[in-house]
T-cell receptor, first 114, second 111 residues
Framework: GAGVSQSPSNKVTEKGKDVELRCDPI?????LYWYRQSLGQGLEFLIY????????KSGLPSDRFSAERTGGSVSTLTIQRTQQEDSAVYLCASSQAGGRYEQYFGPGTRLTVT | GEDVEQSLFLSVREGDSSVINCTYT??????LYWYKQEPGAGLQLLTYIFSNMDMKQDQRLTVLLNKKDKHLSLRIADTQTGDSAIYFCAESSSNNNDMRFGAGTRLTVKP
């Protein structure tokens, strides 16, 4: 497939557990973004990777959140010691560097912390 | 920081036109975009307009850009129930490899 994929599509976890969310961007896209969307809300920027540059982590809400991007492709977002307020849809997007920069979104991972 | 603002809700009757408005603050914005998010799905790019244009039409969609007032609108003609979704306005500039999104406008189409 040519689109951005994310896994799992749904994740239910108990409060206090760690979770890992995965994003496979479009091949060749150098930029990768993670967003959080709480129920009925807009997009909250979390983190941005661009090529080999240091990521922009300015949107991460706490030190429980971290993300990696291996080999300039796949990315994982890790949430440690999950809290109920972490429940949201986590969206990943990728874009090409240069040009219009429009982002192509994956379907998201719906995280529910019980 | 630079902001993109939209009203949160719009309700129209099937067959009417919908107009979703957006304002932005970055005067160096190069491209402006409209994304659509259907329930349970990611965001899908609907259309975009380059900042040196003032109008773009694509079938039922018309985008109007007033660069002086930094105002963008999306008009959907003959709105259908399948148009019910959240519509996000976004902008990017050549100064940043980044896009900034509004909070989204939830469009409800009543039969």
């Amino acid at each position: 497939g040519a689109g951005v994929s994310q896994s799992p599509s749904n994740k239910v976890t108990e409060k206090g557990k760690d979770v890992e969310l995965r994003c496979d961007p479009i091949s060749g896209h150098t930029a990768l973004y993670w967003y959080r969307q709480s129920l009925g809300q807009g997009l909250e920027f979390l983190i941005y990777f661009q090529g080999n540059s240091a990521p922009d982590k300015s949107g991460l809400p706490s030190d429980r959140f971290s993300a990696e991007r291996t080999g300039g492709s796949v990315s994982t977002l890790t949430i440690q010691r999950t809290q109920q307020e972490d429940s949201a849809v986590y969206l990943c997007a990728s874009s090409q560097a240069g040009g219009r920069y429009e982002q192509y979104f994956g379907p998201g991972t719906r995280l529910t912390v019980t | 920081g630079e902001d993109v603002e939209q009203s949160l809700f719009l309700s129209v009757r099937e067959g009417d036109s919908s107009v979703i408005n957006c304002t932005y603050t970055d005067s160096s914005s190069t491209y402006l975009y409209w994304y659509k998010q259907e329930p349970g799905a990611g965001l899908q790019l609907l259309t975009y307009i380059f900042s040196n244009m003032d109008m773009k039409q694509d079938q039922r969609l018309t985008v109007l850009l007033n660069k002086k007032d930094k105002h963008l609108s999306l008009r959907i003609a003959d709105t259908q129930t399948g148009d019910s979704a959240i519509y996000f306005c976004a902008e990017s500039s050549s100064n940043n490899n980044d896009m900034r999104f509004g909070a989204g406008t939830r469009l409800t189409v009543k039969p």
